[in-house]
Protein backbone atom coordinates (compact mmCIF):
# COMPACT_ATOMS: atom_id res chain seq x y z
CA UNK A 1 0.00 0.00 0.00
CA UNK A 2 2.83 2.71 0.82
CA UNK A 3 4.84 1.66 -2.60
CA UNK A 4 1.29 2.35 -4.38
CA UNK A 5 0.99 5.41 -2.59
CA UNK A 6 4.15 7.02 -3.33
CA UNK A 7 4.00 5.79 -6.96
CA UNK A 8 0.89 8.01 -7.13
CA UNK A 9 1.95 10.96 -5.46
CA UNK A 10 5.14 10.78 -8.16
CA UNK A 11 2.21 10.18 -11.15
CA UNK A 12 0.47 13.70 -9.42
CA UNK A 13 4.14 15.42 -9.54
CA UNK A 14 4.94 14.02 -13.29
CA UNK A 15 1.25 15.39 -14.13
CA UNK A 16 2.33 19.22 -12.72
CA UNK A 17 5.93 18.87 -14.82
CA UNK A 18 4.40 17.96 -17.92
CA UNK A 19 1.22 20.66 -17.55
CA UNK A 20 4.06 23.20 -16.87
CA UNK A 21 6.21 22.12 -19.84
CA UNK A 22 3.33 22.40 -21.93
CA UNK A 23 2.85 25.86 -21.11
CA UNK A 24 6.49 26.48 -21.64
CA UNK A 25 6.64 24.87 -25.08
CA UNK A 26 10.86 23.89 -24.76
CA UNK A 27 12.71 22.80 -27.69
CA UNK A 28 10.50 24.46 -30.51
CA UNK A 29 7.26 22.86 -29.42
CA UNK A 30 5.56 26.20 -28.41
CA UNK A 31 4.80 26.34 -32.03
CA UNK A 32 2.24 23.85 -31.64
CA UNK A 33 -1.32 24.02 -30.59
CA UNK A 34 -1.57 24.26 -26.91
CA UNK A 35 -3.87 20.83 -26.85
CA UNK A 36 -0.88 19.09 -28.73
CA UNK A 37 1.63 20.07 -26.41
CA UNK A 38 -0.02 18.95 -23.74
CA UNK A 39 -0.51 15.61 -25.09
CA UNK A 40 3.33 15.29 -26.08
CA UNK A 41 4.58 16.66 -22.93
CA UNK A 42 2.37 14.69 -21.08
CA UNK A 43 3.16 11.60 -22.56
CA UNK A 44 7.16 12.09 -22.60
CA UNK A 45 7.12 13.20 -18.42
CA UNK A 46 5.21 9.83 -17.73
CA UNK A 47 7.38 8.02 -20.23
CA UNK A 48 10.40 9.35 -18.53
CA UNK A 49 9.21 8.87 -15.70
CA UNK A 50 8.29 5.29 -15.98
CA UNK A 51 11.38 4.79 -17.31
CA UNK A 52 13.69 7.06 -14.99
CA UNK A 53 12.04 5.32 -11.73
CA UNK A 54 13.00 1.67 -11.68
CA UNK A 55 16.81 2.76 -12.62
CA UNK A 56 16.80 5.30 -9.67
CA UNK A 57 15.10 2.82 -7.71
CA UNK A 58 17.98 -0.02 -8.19
CA UNK A 59 20.92 2.78 -7.67
CA UNK A 60 19.16 3.54 -4.26
CA UNK A 61 19.20 -0.57 -3.50
CA UNK A 62 22.68 -1.09 -4.58
CA UNK A 63 24.37 2.03 -3.17
CA UNK A 64 24.89 0.23 0.58
CA UNK A 65 25.78 -2.94 -1.27
CA UNK A 66 28.40 -1.36 -3.28
CA UNK A 67 29.31 1.22 -0.73
CA UNK A 68 28.76 4.10 -3.27
CA UNK A 69 27.70 7.14 -2.72
CA UNK A 70 24.29 7.06 -3.68
CA UNK A 71 23.88 10.78 -6.12
CA UNK A 72 26.56 9.01 -7.90
CA UNK A 73 24.97 6.28 -8.64
CA UNK A 74 21.94 7.84 -9.74
CA UNK A 75 23.89 10.69 -11.76
CA UNK A 76 25.12 7.21 -13.60
CA UNK A 77 21.77 5.80 -13.70
CA UNK A 78 20.56 9.04 -15.49
CA UNK A 79 23.47 8.60 -17.92
CA UNK A 80 21.93 5.22 -19.29
CA UNK A 81 18.58 5.63 -19.28
CA UNK A 82 18.73 8.97 -21.09
CA UNK A 83 19.58 6.39 -24.12
CA UNK A 84 16.32 4.78 -24.16
CA UNK A 85 14.72 8.10 -23.47
CA UNK A 86 16.29 9.81 -26.66
CA UNK A 87 15.19 7.06 -28.85
CA UNK A 88 11.71 7.41 -27.52
CA UNK A 89 11.70 11.32 -28.13
CA UNK A 90 12.70 11.41 -30.95
CA UNK A 91 10.76 9.13 -32.66
CA UNK A 92 7.92 11.38 -30.59
CA UNK A 93 8.79 14.56 -32.46
CA UNK A 94 7.67 12.93 -35.88
CA UNK A 95 4.11 14.63 -34.89
CA UNK A 96 5.38 17.89 -35.85
CA UNK A 97 8.15 16.57 -38.50
CA UNK A 98 8.89 14.38 -40.96
CA UNK A 99 10.26 10.58 -40.01
CA UNK A 100 13.97 10.51 -40.21
CA UNK A 101 17.54 9.55 -39.19
CA UNK A 102 19.25 11.95 -36.66
CA UNK A 103 23.21 12.73 -37.92
CA UNK A 104 25.82 12.02 -35.49
CA UNK A 105 25.47 16.17 -34.23
CA UNK A 106 21.79 15.65 -33.80
CA UNK A 107 21.99 12.68 -32.16
CA UNK A 108 24.46 14.33 -29.32
CA UNK A 109 22.40 17.45 -29.35
CA UNK A 110 18.83 15.35 -28.47
CA UNK A 111 21.12 13.40 -26.15
CA UNK A 112 22.22 16.65 -24.32
CA UNK A 113 18.81 17.70 -23.90
CA UNK A 114 17.03 14.98 -22.79
CA UNK A 115 19.86 14.50 -20.12
CA UNK A 116 19.20 17.94 -18.95
CA UNK A 117 15.15 17.55 -18.52
CA UNK A 118 15.44 13.70 -17.17
CA UNK A 119 18.37 15.01 -14.78
CA UNK A 120 16.74 18.14 -13.25
CA UNK A 121 13.52 16.11 -12.65
CA UNK A 122 15.36 13.09 -11.00
CA UNK A 123 17.36 15.80 -8.55
CA UNK A 124 14.13 17.04 -7.80
CA UNK A 125 13.04 13.75 -6.52
CA UNK A 126 16.10 12.85 -4.57
CA UNK A 127 16.69 15.74 -3.29
CA UNK A 128 13.01 15.57 -1.71
CA UNK A 129 13.44 11.81 -0.81
CA UNK A 130 16.70 12.43 0.90
CA UNK A 131 14.73 15.11 3.11
CA UNK A 132 12.66 12.38 4.93
CA UNK A 133 15.57 9.90 5.61
CA UNK A 134 17.95 12.59 6.70
CA UNK A 135 18.41 12.09 10.56
CA UNK A 136 19.14 15.65 12.39
CA UNK A 137 22.61 15.42 13.78
CA UNK A 138 21.01 16.48 17.26
CA UNK A 139 17.56 14.94 17.62
CA UNK A 140 15.48 16.35 20.31
CA UNK A 141 14.64 13.82 23.12
CA UNK A 142 11.71 12.37 23.28
CA UNK A 143 8.66 13.54 25.69
CA UNK A 144 7.99 10.14 28.12
CA UNK A 145 5.81 9.19 31.04
CA UNK A 146 7.61 9.05 34.17
CA UNK A 147 8.97 5.69 34.98
CA UNK A 148 8.87 4.64 31.33
CA UNK A 149 12.09 4.08 28.94
CA UNK A 150 12.39 7.09 26.56
CA UNK A 151 11.37 6.22 23.04
CA UNK A 152 14.61 5.31 20.33
CA UNK A 153 15.07 7.97 17.57
CA UNK A 154 13.07 6.12 14.67
CA UNK A 155 10.03 6.23 16.61
CA UNK A 156 9.93 10.10 16.19
CA UNK A 157 10.05 9.78 12.61
CA UNK A 158 6.74 7.57 12.36
CA UNK A 159 3.43 9.60 12.31
CA UNK A 160 2.22 11.16 15.56
CA UNK A 161 -0.57 7.93 16.51
CA UNK A 162 1.86 5.51 15.61
CA UNK A 163 4.79 6.35 17.81
CA UNK A 164 5.65 3.42 20.26
CA UNK A 165 8.47 0.96 20.42
CA UNK A 166 8.94 -0.86 17.43
CA UNK A 167 8.36 -4.20 17.37
CA UNK A 168 10.05 -5.44 13.96
CA UNK A 169 11.57 -3.74 11.19
CA UNK A 170 10.84 -4.95 7.30
CA UNK A 171 12.46 -3.82 4.23
CA UNK A 172 10.03 -3.22 1.17
CA UNK A 173 12.36 -2.36 -1.42
CA UNK A 174 14.22 0.63 -0.56
CA UNK A 175 11.84 1.22 2.54
CA UNK A 176 11.45 0.29 5.85
CA UNK A 177 8.42 -0.96 7.60
CA UNK A 178 8.15 -0.16 11.19
CA UNK A 179 5.55 -2.10 12.88
CA UNK A 180 4.64 -1.35 16.33
CA UNK A 181 1.52 -1.84 18.55
CA UNK A 182 -0.16 0.86 16.95
CA UNK A 183 0.24 -0.56 13.18
CA UNK A 184 2.77 0.14 10.98
CA UNK A 185 4.77 2.88 9.08
CA UNK A 186 6.90 2.80 5.97
CA UNK A 187 10.35 5.30 6.00
CA UNK A 188 12.56 5.95 2.89
CA UNK A 189 15.82 4.84 4.54
CA UNK A 190 18.16 2.00 5.15
CA UNK A 191 17.87 -0.98 6.98
CA UNK A 192 21.05 -0.49 9.00
CA UNK A 193 20.33 3.19 9.74
CA UNK A 194 16.82 2.60 11.13
CA UNK A 195 18.49 -0.11 13.07
CA UNK A 196 21.40 2.87 14.66
CA UNK A 197 18.63 4.78 15.42
CA UNK A 198 16.81 1.90 17.55
CA UNK A 199 19.04 3.08 20.02
CA UNK A 200 20.18 0.09 21.46
CA UNK A 201 16.74 -1.97 21.54
CA UNK A 202 17.14 -5.45 22.63
CA UNK A 203 16.46 -7.33 19.06
CA UNK A 204 18.57 -9.04 16.25
CA UNK A 205 18.67 -8.98 11.98
CA UNK A 206 16.28 -12.62 11.87
CA UNK A 207 16.45 -12.62 8.50
CA UNK A 208 17.76 -10.25 5.91
CA UNK A 209 15.27 -8.49 5.61
CA UNK A 210 13.74 -8.59 9.22
CA UNK A 211 14.43 -6.91 12.24
CA UNK A 212 12.53 -8.23 15.42
CA UNK A 213 12.44 -6.78 18.97
CA UNK A 214 13.44 -9.56 21.27
CA UNK A 215 10.74 -8.70 23.94
CA UNK A 216 7.90 -9.10 21.06
CA UNK A 217 8.34 -12.73 20.36
CA UNK A 218 5.47 -14.71 21.69
CA UNK A 219 6.24 -18.32 19.63
CA UNK A 220 7.54 -19.78 16.51
CA UNK A 221 5.67 -21.70 14.11
CA UNK A 222 7.77 -24.67 12.45
CA UNK A 223 6.99 -25.33 8.51
CA UNK A 224 9.11 -27.99 7.62
CA UNK A 225 12.43 -26.53 7.64
CA UNK A 226 11.29 -23.00 7.95
CA UNK A 227 11.07 -20.69 10.97
CA UNK A 228 8.81 -18.08 11.89
CA UNK A 229 8.44 -15.77 14.56
CA UNK A 230 4.83 -15.04 16.02
CA UNK A 231 5.26 -11.81 17.46
CA UNK A 232 2.60 -9.49 19.43
CA UNK A 233 -0.30 -7.64 16.68
CA UNK A 234 -0.48 -10.81 15.02
CA UNK A 235 2.79 -10.23 12.90
CA UNK A 236 5.05 -13.36 12.01
CA UNK A 237 8.53 -12.83 10.67
CA UNK A 238 10.75 -14.91 8.82
CA UNK A 239 13.89 -16.46 10.24
CA UNK A 240 16.86 -17.21 8.44
CA UNK A 241 18.07 -20.68 8.46
CA UNK A 242 21.98 -19.51 8.83
CA UNK A 243 20.16 -17.72 11.83
CA UNK A 244 18.36 -20.09 13.08
CA UNK A 245 20.83 -21.75 15.50
CA UNK A 246 22.31 -18.54 17.03
CA UNK A 247 18.47 -17.71 18.03
CA UNK A 248 17.87 -20.80 19.43
CA UNK A 249 21.16 -21.01 21.34
CA UNK A 250 20.69 -17.67 22.43
CA UNK A 251 16.96 -18.90 24.10
CA UNK A 252 14.54 -16.88 21.23
CA UNK A 253 12.60 -19.91 20.83
Known amino acids: MGSARRILI ?3 IIFGVGLVLAFVGPFGSF ?4 GLRLLYWLAMSYAGYFL ?6 AATALAPRLELPEP ?5 ACL ?7 AVTWCANFIWRAPSWPTLDQALEHYFNVFVMGALVCALFWFARSRHRAAPERAPAPATVPGEAPLPRLAERLRPH ?5 IALEMEDHYVRVHTAQGSDLLLMRMRDAVLELDGLPGALVHRSWWVARGAVQGVRRDG ?5 QLSGGI ?4 ARAQAAALEAEGWF
Open 162 to 166: LRSVP
Open 225 to 229: RNLRL
Open 10 to 12: DCA
Open 52 to 57: YFPAMA
Open 80 to 86: IVTLPMT
Open 31 to 34: EAPF
Open 72 to 76: ALWAA
Open 236 to 239: EAPV
